[in-house]
């Protein structure tokens, strides 16, 4: 897997990691294979936090509680036409 990142001795852009992208596969630069980080880490850094998602995971349940909760309020009158 190749990845985007400027390498902090050549400056090269471009590094490569194994296919395999196990979390401590090591990702290493293309150009003189210097250690740039591990795949683990890049993808914490990089990838969507958890923070963001549970934040999005919480406010798909909050939409989907309002719009239970509108049809259990509606009243008689809602389960009368359905
Ligand atoms: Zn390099």
Redesign the pocket.
């Known amino acids: 897997m190749k990845y985007q990142i400027s ?1 902090t ?2 400056g ?1 852009q471009h590094a490569i990691a194994p296919d395999t992208a196990h979390d401590w596969d090591e990702i290493t ?1 293309t ?2 294979g ?1 250690f740039i980080d591990t795949c683990g880490h890049y993808a914490d850094t990089h990838g969507v936090s958890y923070p963001m998602h549970a934040l999005n995971l919480s406010r798909g349940l909050i939409l989907q509680m309002a719009r239970s909760s509108r049809a259990l309020n509606d009243g008689p009158a809602a389960l009368r036409s359905a």
Do not use: A, F, G
Request: charged share 40%; hydrophobic share 0%.
């Open positions: 390498c001795r050549c090269s630069c150009d003189c210097e």
